[in-house]
């Protein structure tokens, strides 16, 4: 039975690393002001924005090159402006029933089109008719795309309301906003009820508890570190394969080597001073 009771934490502890690797950076608003959001995220997204363009308006290419496209892309859209944006995403879930809509404001970007527009010009006007001017068109441009673009978007979350479920509204709600913060204690309170009871099945002598709640948490370590491993190397070609950076896996795949480390760690104290109890014991008796 303690076996099972083993077997079960260590279960739980990968499936849980996985889940609270997800929490803590994807589903984290925080995530999207850090270094790797910037760094790569935020670039990929770029990238991905860019090809859009040049395939859907094969006339781009020959305007703009692809340099001149990213540096004015990402003038208008810089990443704290980005991540920004999806961070407050999350503020929008709260109560106990999803928004009717979400709102993404877009004043930060009309703020920065006329800038754009300008820098573009010199490229843009290379290619123009002698009876239009750079200026004149940068005029109209500015005119009306800052006219058109509305100050925010409303998308509406009827459609998704519809296909959930009252348990299924109540999960999303939980993971988008009180998931980062309560899963990891809720994680390891029921590794730790399970080493409770792996204890008491042991039996005495008490002593002995050190010692089998080491050798838990030093396998439920190394099982998290195997997921993580595991993790990495099936899903970098999966990700190849969808065309999308692996490297969007690794904000995951190190919290979960974080926390495998720690419990590895604190696994391999309690398992040293266990042995260190049962050799004395031992000792005692001879």
């Known amino acids: ?48 924005i860019i090809d859009t363009v040049q ?6 290419n020959h305007t703009l090159d692809r340099e001149t496209l990213k ?9 704290e402006i980005l991540g920004n944006t999806l961070s407050d995403l999350f503020a929008q879930f ?7 809509n979400i709102t993404v404001s877009l004043v930060p970007i009309k703020e920065r089109i006329p800038e754009a527009i300008q820098a573009l010009m010199p490229q843009i006007g290379q290619n123009l008719p002698p009876e239009i001017s750079s200026d004149q068109l940068a005029r109209e441009l500015q005119k009306n795309v800052v006219e058109q673009l509305p100050d925010e978007i409303s998308v509406p979350l ?20 009180k998931g980062r913060t309560q899963f990891p204690a809720l994680l390891m309170g029921a590794i730790a009820i399970l080493m409770v009871f792996i204890v008491l099945l042991a039996g005495k002598p008490w002593k002995k508890a050190s010692f089998w709640i080491g050798a838990t948490l030093l396998l439920d370590g ?30 995951v795949t190190d919290t979960m080597q974080s926390f495998g480390g ?25």
């Open 1 to 48: 039975m303690a076996a099972i009771l083993i077997y079960a934490t260590m279960s739980l502890a990968v499936s849980g690393a996985l889940i609270m690797g997800i929490l803590m950076t994807y589903l984290n608003p925080d995530f999207y002001r850090t270094d790797f959001f910037k760094e790569v995220i935020y670039q990929e997204i770029i990238d991905q």
């Open 55 to 60: 395939t859907e308006i094969p006339e781009a």
């Open 71 to 79: 540096e004015q892309l990402s003038n208008l859209l810089p990443p």
């Open 94 to 100: 709260q109560g106990n029933k999803l928004p009717e």
């Open 158 to 177: 009827n459609t998704l309301e519809a296909r959930l479920n009252d348990h299924q509204k109540a999960t999303l709600l939980y993971v988008l906003t």
């Open 222 to 251: 190394i099982f998290v570190l195997a997921g993580m491993y595991s993790l990495n190397k099936l899903g970098t070609p999966l990700l190849e394969n969808m065309k999308i950076n692996p490297e969007f896996i690794t904000p």
């Open 262 to 286: 720690w419990l590895t760690l604190g696994g391999a104290i309690g398992f040293i001073i266990g042995m260190l109890f049962i050799y004395q014991q031992h000792h005692e008796r001879t």
